[in-house]
């Protein structure tokens, strides 16, 4: 979208407006440009690529979401092909905020090829189906009702979030890539991952809590709580600040490992970055603040 910021530029200042471009890197929705915004006086934010996430009081924020409409026939194609592939009857299908103009005719699709379609709103998400890689509630909550779950987009981004926190079969419909894949069997992998991890850090005995000033990011209370909580399990912990967090520099502070109160996918994406030093997820610390906790007692 960065591509694609000067022509926008032009057409607003030609209406008048000065415009400033964020040059910082933009992770989401979570990453409104507020600090710029305030630095340069800004009277209103155009966010680009994503769909709205959270309130901003301080200054109005318009969002350009995005919008990418699959041909006809391909859609029919994937979709038929797609519920002969998938045996399962119930599905619960998930998507990016990209394809939500083509839901409804999505799940037409599978109803006419015999599937019984469920959907549900996330919780920080706005829109029907629609999950990020930081809220797939919009699967959680349904996945009770199916037996199976269904990612329509491309990218594993989205859907290895859902996938991590559900238990039934997964199938990704990639409309780029044209095909349709399984992705079950890459849970265990994650889960492996998630193991060693917290093995690995419960022998630590210095943590490095990362909280990032981003917008949609920023958790502060809950990294206090988690230092608070690392003293009664006889650990210790630092609070690390930054907006975007840089590996390289983290990777100098002398701790033996991170909790991770930002994005929840940094654990994930950037997991292996820092050589023997987890970055553990907030759920992944309690699940072993329990354990030692349960030890001591
Ligand atoms: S917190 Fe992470 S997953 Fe959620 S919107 Fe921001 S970048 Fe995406």
């Known amino acids: 979208l960065k591509k694609e910021a000067l022509k926008y530029a032009k057409e607003l200042e030609k209406e008048g407006n000065e415009v400033f471009i964020s040059a910082s890197p933009c992770f989401g929705a979570c ?8 630095k340069v006086e800004a009277e209103k934010i155009i966010h680009f690529g994503h769909s709205k996430l959270i309130d901003i009081k301080e200054i109005e924020v318009e969002y350009v979401e995005p919008k990418i409409e699959i041909e006809k026939e391909l859609l029919n194609q994937l979709i038929t092909e797609a519920s002969q ?48 890689g930081c809220d797939v509630s919009a699967a959680t909550k349904i996945e009770k009702e199916v037996e199976a779950f269904v990612y329509f987009g491309g990218g594993l981004f989205h859907p290895l979030g ?106 994930i994406e950037e997991g292996e970055r820092i050589k023997n030093k987890p970055i553990l997820s907030v759920e992944e610390f309690y699940f072993l603040f329990k354990l030692l906790n349960s030890k001591d007692s």
């Open 31 to 38: 990453d409104i440009a507020l600090e710029e915004a305030k």
């Open 162 to 267: 859902a996938l991590i926190l559900t238990n039934k079969p997964f199938f990704v419909i990639d409309p780029f890539q044209r095909k349709i894949d399984e992705i079950t069997n890459l849970r265990e992998k994650y889960k492996k991952i998630s193991n060693a991890k917290i093995s690995i850090a419960s022998q630590a005995k210095t943590f490095g809590i990362l909280v990032s000033t981003k917008p949609g990011q920023f958790n502060l209370e809950k990294a206090l709580k988690i230092k608070e909580d690392l003293k009664k399990i006889g650990k210790e912990g630092f609070l690390l600040v930054a907006n975007t967090f840089d590996f390289n520099e983290i990777s100098n502070f002398e701790v033996d490992a991170f909790i991770n109160t930002a994005c929840p996918r940094i654990g």
């Open 85 to 132: 592939k998938i045996r399962f009857k119930k599905i619960g299908l998930v998507t990016n905020v990209s394809h939500i103009s083509q839901l409804k005719e999505i799940k037409e699709l599978f109803k006419r090829n015999g599937k019984e379609i469920f959907t549900a709103n996330g919780e920080r998400t706005k829109k029907e189906a629609q999950i990020l």
